[in-house]
Every structure is written in structure tokens, then in C-alpha cells.
């Protein structure tokens, strides 16, 4: 048996997983355990920018009031007010390790995104997330107290209560060591899972093939309660282009002034909305997804040719180059977009330093249902949220009594053969994906979640049996976790008898009070 210890496993290694590694390194042994390579989670993706209160005129209340409104009344006030508070300071660090934000007359340059009534993000250019997580992967690859295990996917957690010993809490976990094709164990007192959301449960998304929700589905199956997980975020403009992979049209060019437009040119948004482009994510993606099927389109327009190419090449210049990779000039011409999946609102139930009901075991990030964003992500939360819970993850970390250790279990595959049909798993991946994407999308219906419910069983027999009698694979593990949290979806959204945020009924068009999470709890034993 391959086994390995350390004071902190941290599953993930996005902007939540490298900044808790970051902060845990001065006084902790840290692995960072990652199922591809650093760069290639959700956060490298990340357009848009970061949201924090830092201009003259605007303020913690204001920023804090944009949030609530989003949230569509499920935000929790004091997760908040927590993040809002501290987003200020978490810019403040990544500066300090060199992230080159823009600037205008050398001060932060701010945007301006739906949902928000100042201009509050934090941007470079746009392509934050991967400014941020070069400069974080750098700071990680030249500290000594943090060892990288690469291509290593998450198998499961180890925990008490599978061993018989449920006080025990996480005691550490089983991964896939992609290299030798062997399941490797690792110890610590403490565990973090940052392995991002779920995007990839559905058909079309804007999130990398690393989003199949693993941490969610551990941290259940480890028996930690979930949280709004009908929250799907859809992205309303991603581009719609037969050799474009979900590429995002980011949410600052609608705050430049971009505008929604048919094929005939007329801009349809102030129709739904008085905030017309510049209205929270949800009601721009139902706008988009009620017009194509009014007209029968398999795209929308989005157009910010009024800018000049000077200003599109200062702010969107990644935008520019790929749409010019595909023949579109969006200096003169609109851009194809479609509604895509792309934030999992809800995820594993945490507190204000991360802490999950298992003890030992933190989740933040996308991950974690940490109450802030409520029924729908106001734009450009995410990434300060990654932050700011990164941090008091690891001061809770740092100041947690001494834990217990135990001896672990190898992983015993003596009993399973070579899978000999893998086609059953690439067919059920794609059969998963678009059932969800019909099912379980934009706009849902009682009988569309009982079929999507009737189908999930089905899948969940065939992967355990897979699982149970072959040797596990990244693609087997990834379907296992996605037909998990398709499950969680569908629940939660059959519990919610109402039309919140993002989640949209047509049996129950109205909204319900009082406001109330969804809260499922894992089976006992």
C-alpha cells in the first residue's frame, strides 16, 4: 500500500483550494491533491472579475443589499455581510502576490456587472481567473511546505463512521494516481474539499470537463446535509458556434453597454425586465430561453459594436481574439449566444470558517453552500467568496484542537476485474447530460422531474455495479459523483414548491413564504 501523510489534504486546486494552501503552508504540511493539472479547474476560466467595495460612493451595505436582491430573498445576511466585509482585504492579498489587475490612472479599474448598482469589480481585462490562478500557481510551486499530486482523482473519503467509528470524523481519503493506475491512501487530521460544482451534469455549460461535482458527492456520501442544489446557475451568453466549446461571453460586456438583440435586430430585454441587460443572471437566461423558443431560434445576439475597437481590444481583448479565431468581428457584427450551465449555487452545508457536519472536513468554494448566494450568484461573487472562506478555513484549521489519528484502510481491489464494455460509461455520461439539459434546465415541470428522477435510478444501479465489480477509472468516478448530484438536483427541486431565482416551476409559478433553504440529509449508516 502507497500511503501518505500530511496536516491538511485539500482536494481541488482552483483559487479556493491554492489560497487555503497558501495561507496553511507557514505552519502545515499541505497536500494539494488535483484529478488534471493545476491550471485546469473552473477558476482559470473565470472572466468577468472580482466583486469588492473599493470606490468613493460606494459601500459594504450597498454591495450587501446588490447580493440580497440577487439572492431572490435566501441569501444569509450574516454569510454575507462576512464576505462583503472582507472582500476588500482579499484583494488586498492578491495584489500583494503580484495578480496584474487592470488600472486606470494608476488606480484598480472597475466594472460594472448585472446586479450591481456601482461599479465594484476587480478585473484584468477579461481574463481574471487565469491572471489570478497563474499568479497563485506560481506562489504554490516555490513553497516548500506544499507537495502537488497531480492527475490524482478522488475516490472517496475515509470516515469514522464507514469504519464504525462515527465521532471520528474525516480521517483522510482514497485517491487515483493516474500515472500507475493504483488508489493511493492519504492521512491528515484535516481535509478541505475545493473541487468546484457540477456544470458538467448538463448538456451544454461553461465550465472545463473537471466540473463533475466530486466534492459534493464525497461530502454526501462522508454524511454531510446538502443545500439548495436547484440553484443552477445558466449563464445567459455563451457563444453559439459549432467549433467553440462553450466559450463564455463574459457579463461585463452587457455592463459596457453590450445589448440582446433577435435576429432582426430588435432588443428584446426591456420587455422583461426594467433593468433590461443589466438584470441578475436568471431573468437574462429565462429572457434568452423564453424568446428562442417563442421564435423558434437556436441562438440570441449579443452587440457591443456601438464600442470602439480600441475599447473592445483594452477590456474584452481575449473575447475579441477568439470570436476572430471563429470570423466573428465583434467590432462590427453581434455575437451568437446560447444560456449555458455555469455556477452550482448550492453544494455542502458550511459555516462561516468552512466547517462541514463531519468533523475534519471543510468545504468552500463552489462546493460549499455557505448562504451567500441564496436562490441565484450575483455576478462576481464567486471568486471573492473562494478567498475570504479560504482564509477562515485556515485560521480555523490553524486554531483547531489536535485530532486523533487512526489507522486507514488500503484501498482492496483483489476482487474486481478490467471493465470490459467502458462504452456503458461514455453512454451513460451523454444519456445523464441530456436528460438534465431537458429536464432539469431553465424552466422545470413536476412531470419532467419525476422522468428525470425515474432515469437517475436507473443510472444509479448500472454505475454501482460498475463501481462495485471493475477496476475504477477518472470517467467511471466522474459519472459516479455526477449521477449523485443529478439525484441532489432533482430532489431539491422537486421539495421546492415555489419559483425562486433560478429555479423556475411551471406547476408553481409563484413564490412561497417564508423564504426557506433546501436542506437534504444523508441516510444514517
Known amino acids: 500500500m502507497i500511503f501518505h501523510e500530511f496536516d491538511v489534504l485539500i482536494v481541488g486546486s482552483g483559487l479556493a483550494g491554492l489560497s487555503t494552501a497558501l495561507h496553511l503552508a507557514p505552519t502545515h504540511r499541505v497536500a494539494v491533491i488535483t484529478k488534471r493539472a493545476l491550471q485546469d479547474g473552473a477558476s482559470q476560466w473565470a472572466q468577468g472579475g472580482i466583486a469588492a467595495v473599493l470606490a468613493d460612493g460606494d459601500s459594504v451595505q450597498s454591495h450587501v443589499d446588490d447580493t440580497l436582491v440577487a439572492g431572490a430573498g435566501l441569501c444569509d445576511l450574516a454569510a454575507t455581510r462576512f464576505v462583503v466585509e472582507h472582500a476588500p482585504e482579499a484583494i ?42 497563474r499568479t497563485l500557481i506560481e506562489q504554490v510551486r516555490r513553497t516548500p511546505n ?31 494516481d493516474e500515472a500507475t493506475d493504483e488508489v493511493l491512501t492519504f492521512r491528515a487530521p484535516h481535509t478541505v474539499l475545493a473541487t468546484g460544482g457540477a456544470g458538467k451534469v448538463y448538456l451544454y455549460t461553461s465550465n472545463p470537463d473537471t466540473a463533475t461535482g466530486d466534492g459534493i458527492a464525497a461530502a454526501w456520501r462522508a454524511g454531510c446535509r446538502v443545500a439548495n442544489m436547484e440553484f443552477i446557475q445558466f449563464h445567459p451568453t455563451c457563444l453559439y458556434h459549432p467549433d467553440a466549446k462553450s466559450f463564455l461571453i463574459s457579463e461585463a460586456v452587457r455592463g459596457e453597454g453590450g445589448r440582446l438583440l433577435l435576429p432582426d435586430g ?6 422583461h425586465d426594467p433593468r433590461a441587460e443589466l438584470a441578475p443572471r436568471d431573468i437574462v437566461a429565462r429572457a434568452i430561453d423564453f424568446e428562442m423558443k417563442k421564435h423558434g431560434l437556436d441562438c440570441v445576439h449579443l452587440d ?27 467590432t462590427r457584427e453581434p455575437i451568437p449566444v446560447v444560456p449555458a450551465a455555469h455556477y452550482t449555487c448550492g453544494g455542502v452545508l458550511t459555516d462561516l470558517a468552512g466547517r462541514t457536519d463531519v468533523p475534519g472536513l471543510h468545504a468552500i468554494g463552489e462546493t460549499a453552500c455557505t448562504g451567500l448566494h441564496g436562490a441565484n450568484r450575483l455576478a462576481s461573487n464567486s471568486l ?9 478555513a485556515a485560521r480555523a484549521i490553524t486554531e483547531a484542537p489536535p485530532r486523533p489519528g487512526a489507522e486507514l484502510p488500503a484501498w482492496d481491489d483483489s476482487r474486481v476485474t478490467d ?25 422545470r415541470t413536476n412531470k419532467r422531474l419525476e422522468r428525470a428522477a425515474h432515469r437517475i435510478a436507473l443510472l444509479r444501479g448500472e454505475v454501482q455495479e460498475f463501481y462495485g465489480n471493475f477496476h475504477v477509472t477518472r470517467d467511471l468516478l466522474e459519472l459516479r459523483n455526477l449521477v449523485q448530484v443529478a439525484e441532489l438536483i432533482v430532489r431539491s427541486a422537486q421539495a421546492r414548491r415555489e419559483s425562486r431565482g433560478l429555479h423556475f416551476s411551471r406547476d408553481y409559478p409563484a413564490l412561497a413564504a417564508p423564504a426557506a433553504p433546501t436542506i437534504l440529509v444523508p441516510p444514517v449508516g
Open 304 to 330: 457591443i459594436s456601438h464600442q470602439s475597437p480600441a475599447f473592445l481590444q483594452e477590456h474584452f481583448p481575449n473575447i475579441l481574439a477568439r470570436c476572430a479565431e471563429l470570423g466573428i468581428d465583434i
Open 419 to 443: 471493465a470490459d464494455e467502458t462504452v456503458v460509461i461514455s453512454h451513460n455520461w451523454d444519456e445523464l447530460r441530456r436528460f438534465m439539459w431537458d429536464y432539469v434546465g431553465i424552466v
Open 266 to 271: 430588435t432588443r428584446f430585454m426591456p420587455a
Open 146 to 176: 506544499i507537495t502537488l499530486f497531480e492527475q490524482h482523482t478522488l475516490v472517496d473519503l475515509i470516515t469514522g463512521r464507514k469504519l464504525g467509528q462515527a465521532e471520528a470524523g474525516c480521517l483522510g481519503l482514497h485517491a487515483l
Open 92 to 133: 488586498a492579498w492578491l495584489r500583494e502576490l503580484g495578480v496584474p489587475f487592470s488600472l486606470e490612472d494608476g488606480a484598480l479599474h472597475l466594472t460594472r456587472e448585472g446586479g450591481h448598482s456601482q461599479r465594484r469589480i476587480v478585473h484584468a481585462a477579461d481574463a481574471t481567473g487565469a491572471a489570478v490562478q
Open 384 to 392: 471573492v467568496e473562494c478567498m475570504v472562506f479560504a482564509r477562515a
